[in-house]
């Protein structure tokens, strides 16, 4: 049974950056589109990015856009999210989601139709 891996997460001062880590276990990536979600306690998940099965598309949610990056890591079998310019507002836990042929758009950003889920991994943005 294949699983999904977060990491990269943690204390990170306003203005900063973090880079996280979904990393697959037990099954390849070559064939799943990998997105990012991420939910406050008692707040609703709020999707962040989307990288297409292809490798070839990427979407950012507009909270993100402009201050983040993903990629693929084939050497790892994992998918990396870059974001700089973190702010409070990006306090939050992150998941990494996997979907078989999945695409890059706007839709990618509901959390329907995923395989896979990562357990997450806590980022702060706090002085």
């Known amino acids: 049974q294949g699983r999904l891996v977060e990491s990269g997460g943690g204390l990170v001062q306003p203005g900063g950056s973090l880079r996280l880590s979904c990393a697959a276990a037990?099954?390849?990536?070559?064939?799943?589109?990998i997105s990012w979600f991420r939910q406050v306690p008692g707040k609703p998940r709020e999707g962040v990015s989307c990288?297409?099965?292809?490798?070839?598309?990427?979407y950012f949610a507009d909270s993100v856009k402009g201050r983040a990056t993903m990629s693929k890591d084939h050497a790892k079998n994992a998918v990396i999210l870059q974001m700089n310019s973190l702010n409070t507002e990006d306090t939050s836990i992150y998941y990494c989601?996997?979907?078989?042929?999945?695409?890059?758009?706007?839709?990618?950003?509901?959390?329907?139709?995923?395989?896979?889920w990562g357990q997450g991994t806590q980022v702060t943005v706090s002085r």
């Open positions: 037990g099954f390849t990536l070559d064939y799943y589109a």
């Open positions: 990288l297409s099965s292809s490798g070839n598309a990427v």
């Open positions: 989601a996997a979907k078989y042929r999945g695409s890059a758009n706007e839709y990618c950003l509901d959390g329907k139709g995923y395989d896979l």
